[in-house]
């Protein structure tokens, strides 16, 4: 694992906590400092990328179960299913186009689409961030037990 690391940490004895400063330095060297920041991004941006994936393949999934609903609703057309089955394709249009787009964007686009959402729109970001929070402790929560 300490394979993977762009500087030697092995002769860091820590003993000192005012001296950690200096010896991350002398380990890091001349250069040594971006090399460790691109390394950081580097391991964030796959991270970002994997959960992109993820998502995407979510996202797939319940564009899959939209269509399931569509095709078992199954009543003849002008039937009082036909809003709902009208609806609901719709909403697997537009699912579909959302996975779509989240595949194909980078995510250095994806950054630059949040950010230009929270200018855009800030009330808007500061509820989503709180719903996600919300979730983020739920699913902790839930793991725990």
Partial sequence: ?????????????????????????????????????DFAR???IAMVEEARDSLVGQVRGLKSLADLV???????TGGP????????GEAA????AIADALAEKS????VEDGR????????AAVGIAIAIGFLAGRMLKAAQD
């Avoid at 993977?4 to 001349?30: T, Y």
């Avoid at 249009?93 to 579909?96: C, E, K, N, R, Y």
Wanted: a negative charge; charged letters at 25%.
């Fill in 1 to 37: 694992m300490t394979d993977n690391l762009p500087i030697d940490a092995s002769d860091w004895n820590g003993d000192d906590a005012s001296d950690g400063a200096a010896q991350i330095k002398r380990g890091l060297g001349s250069g040594g400092m971006d090399s460790l920041t």
């Fill in 93 to 96: 249009g537009t699912i579909d």
């Fill in 70 to 76: 569509t095709d078992n609703l199954g009543l003849p």
């Fill in 81 to 88: 299913a036909a809003p709902v089955s009208r609806l609901v």
């Fill in 116 to 123: 230009e959402l929270i200018r855009a729109q800030p009330a």
């Fill in 42 to 44: 580097g391991r964030l």
């Fill in 107 to 110: 995510v250095e686009e994806l």
